[in-house]
């Protein structure tokens, strides 16, 4: 795939060889042997899920000091104007935004290339600035100039851009979203007793579900015992959606509607500091994170092994 891919002077006239590299497939061999461990700053193939053939490559660019992440995608011709360039991009956004402290994707298309410059608009990117690139003299016998577009993805636009929130009507719809994703999380959901009550009482709770791509990927059970406050019965993020925002806009969203009904506090229990648990450690940074105080633990409520600390959160 990359011999044909670097050879094609259709891809790699975007980016100055307008002949392809010329490349051996021995030089190709060995730039992938040299390749370093880290996913970043490296060719990662793209790898089509019906047919499970190599269509293209990515790249995953380290953020700088600035925070700014370069990216790229490159597709066999025969793999283009199939939407896959958009999918792939989010996908990179996804990830950098999730792993790292990523605040800014560049991207910079042939001016020329069109497509490629749609592609980043629909994704939310936004032309900076333009300029070109000149080879170094030794290779311009065989390369041209590259006229570019420079466009960046912001992490805030991004995320506004890209998260759905909805708050689910059906009863049925709350407990199957309920189900899937607690289900999804062991490290966070190993009772199987607790689970079951979940499931079957969140489908008489205020129900909050976060969508991306059209994807369930976290939800928000919610339950009030007097008219002034209310309390997260459930809630759960896909682990592969975490550090993305998605349970602060849920909060933002559930706290917005409760106050509209003279709600003045919002509660929580979850695991408490005396259990080493290091997933629920980072539940209780972020419940801090969003406003919530430590209020008392309950050393015995759910057994002595599952300590319980009750947090509260004013509106």
Known sequence: MYLSLWNSGKVMRNVGFPKGLGISAES?????EDHDDTEFNQTLVVVEKESGKRIGECKLGLPNEDGISATDIKLLPEYWGKGYGKEIKNALCKYLFSHTNCKIIEA??????????????VVG?????????HFPPKMQHFTEDVHLIIYHIHKKDWLEKNIKIKKIKKKAERSRICKEIIESLPNWFGLESANKEYIERSAETDFYTAYMFGKEVGFFSIISHFPKTSEIYVCG??????????????????????????VKFLTVKTLSASHPDKGYAKTRMFYEAVGFIPLEEFKELWGKENPCLFMVKEL
């Open 28 to 32: 190709v061999r060995k730039q992938i």
């Open 108 to 121: 910079s298309p042939n001016i020329n290339n069109a497509a490629s410059q749609k592609m980043q608009e």
């Open 125 to 133: 990117g936004k032309e900076i600035r333009r300029g070109t690139y």
């Open 237 to 262: 993020i896909l682990s592969e959606y975490h550090r993305l925002g998605i349970g602060r806009k849920l909060l933002q969203n559930i706290e917005d509607d409760l106050k509209k009904k003279g």
